[in-house]
């Protein structure tokens, strides 16, 4: 008994300190956003007046474009759910399902500001069936796999636009060629511990032994994790079809995002779609180097950098606040429908369940 109040205690001072981080992180982006504003206070009202001209239309559609990256999100997961052999016994995960879960992950993504949307996936998929284990593992893969896209888009945005010559490159090429080899090196540990299975098995021993006490526990939830990733990613390396699959589709996700700064740039700087779309995956890649949450002003600030020299400042500052909507805010105005909704099937579901129990007690 005295245990199990323990762990309840424990369970509920960890729930206390997401809240507190949850709302420091808050704090911080707002206390950015607000010295931001204070250092631009004199180019600001004409910054406001340049985002308010601009067409509804426009607006529109880069929320289209938007809606595509999570359409194409939402095949993802459903391709992934696939990958599990007993989910096959049950009734299929469709795509109207994932489209619905990545909406749903997007709203607790910005609500947490980056950290409470794996949590939320794996909550969602197990609601429909999908085991809390097996969701981590898929969770963790579709991360590593969109960090790759990302690498490989940005990468390939910095190597195309400086055989191109372009004057973005030229004035910051060291500064971009610091941020493709940082990029390089998280994804290639991301890979090492997707596909590393025994070299991570040695590591960890290692750091236990060297961990105990305060750190063994947290690093027993980390091998745990990375033995749940390691399974997935291994499902999916026995499947090559599905791996291509997977992989063009993350690819074709953020080109819709990437995509988004034509429609507000067209016609005001010297660039085609394809190189604002290789730039503004270079920008993406290069802000997430930056450690601030949900990227928040890392990359309006890589954004303005770039778009900047060709653009000028005003406008580039406009396009920045018109990409954030379209791929930050809008997203999270369904998925906020869809949590409630799904909150309250969830709700309806249990209840239902306890019910079913009881009968089944009363019955015997």
């Known amino acids: 008994m005295g245990a199990g109040n323990g762990e309840k205690k424990k369970?509920?001072?960890?729930g206390a300190l997401k809240i507190r981080k949850?709302?420091?992180k808050w704090l911080f982006v707002l206390a950015l956003i607000f010295l931001?504003?204070?250092a631009n206070r004199k180019v600001l009202p004409e910054i406001l007046r340049?985002?308010?001209?601009?067409?509804p239309i426009l607006i529109g559609m880069s929320c289209l474009l938007s809606a595509g990256y999570f359409l194409t999100e939402g095949k993802i997961i459903q391709v992934m759910t696939g990958l599990n052999e007993p989910l096959r016994h049950q009734s299929a995960f469709t795509w109207g399902k994932g489209i619905a879960c990545a909406f749903y992950c997007e709203f607790y993504r910005v609500a947490t500001l980056g950290s409470g949307s794996g949590i939320a996936e794996i909550y969602y998929l197990n609601s429909y069936g999908v085991q809390a284990g097996t969701a981590t593992g898929m969770s963790l893969v579709q991360y590593i796999m969109y960090k790759l896209a990302v690498a490989a888009y940005g990468i390939a945005g910095f190597l195309i636009l400086t055989a191109k010559g372009e004057s973005c490159v030229r004035g910051y090429g060291k500064l971009m060629l610091l941020g493709c080899l940082i990029t390089v090196l998280v994804t290639a540990a991301l890979l090492f511990v997707a596909i590393g299975k025994r070299a991570c098995s040695v590591i960890f021993t290692f750091?236990?032994?060297k961990g105990k006490g305060r750190w063994e526990e947290k690093l027993l939830a980390l091998e745990k994790q990375a033995e749940l990733c390691q399974k997935e990613a291994g499902l999916l390396l026995k499947n090559p079809k599905k791996l291509l699959c997977i992989i063009l589709l993350n690819i074709l996700k953020v080109s819709f995002w990437y995509a988004v700064p034509w429609l507000f740039l067209a016609g005001k700087i010297p660039l085609s779609l394809p190189e604002i779309m290789l730039l503004t995956a270079l920008i993406q890649m290069l802000a997430a180097v930056i450690p601030v949450p949900s990227g928040i002003?890392?990359?309006e600030y890589v954004f303005t950098l770039f778009f900047g020299v060709y653009a000028g400042s005003v406008s580039a500052v406009s396009a920045a606040l018109m990409y954030r909507f379209a791929t930050f805010l809008f997203p999270c105005i369904p998925g906020g429908v869809l949590a409630f909704r799904h909150y309250r099937w969830n709700k309806k579901r249990k209840i239902s369940q306890a019910e079913e129990r009881k009968e089944c007690l009363s019955d015997y």
């Not at 369970?11 to 960890?14: Q, S, Y």
């Open 36 to 38: 931001v504003c204070v």
């Open 11 to 14: 369970e509920e001072g960890n």
């Open 297 to 299: 002003g890392s990359v």
């Open 207 to 209: 750091l236990k032994k």
């Open 22 to 24: 949850n709302w420091g």
């Open 50 to 55: 340049e985002a308010a001209r601009t067409s």
